[in-house]
């Protein structure tokens, strides 16, 4: 079965930095796109950035010039580099992987900035 792992979440200081991993496995077919989404207290779930085909990337507005996503083929791994990070970040963010058949989401992984 596809399953996603996450990993990197944790507690840190405002301005501080997180970079968040996930590792995909499993009867994958063809990647369109892998993506991070976030989940704050009292908010929907939103989409924070994704990489899909020739290595495009989008973001939220809200991140933009303080998260990068990237991606290892390879090793079917996204990444989410969080830098400058403010306590509006504070979520659980969850992988997702996006396929022409399916869509799959990680259990999620708490990132929570305050001082």
């Known amino acids: 079965q596809v399953q996603l792992v996450e990993s990197g979440g944790g507690l840190v200081q405002p301005g501080g930095s997180l970079r968040l991993s996930c590792a995909a496995s499993?009867?994958?077919?063809?990647?369109?796109?892998m993506a991070w989404y976030r989940q704050a207290p009292g908010r929907q779930r939103e989409l924070v950035g994704r990489?899909?085909?020739?290595?495009?990337?989008n973001y939220a507005d809200s991140v933009k010039g303080r998260f990068t996503i990237s991606r290892d083929n390879a090793k079917k791994t996204v990444f989410l580099q969080m830098n400058s990070l403010k306590p509006e970040d504070t979520a659980i963010y969850y992988c997702n992987l996006w396929t022409h058949g399916n869509m799959y989401w990680g259990q999620g992984t708490q990132v929570i900035v305050s001082s």
């Open positions: 499993g009867s994958i077919g063809s990647i369109y796109s």
């Open positions: 990489i899909a085909s020739g290595g495009s990337t």
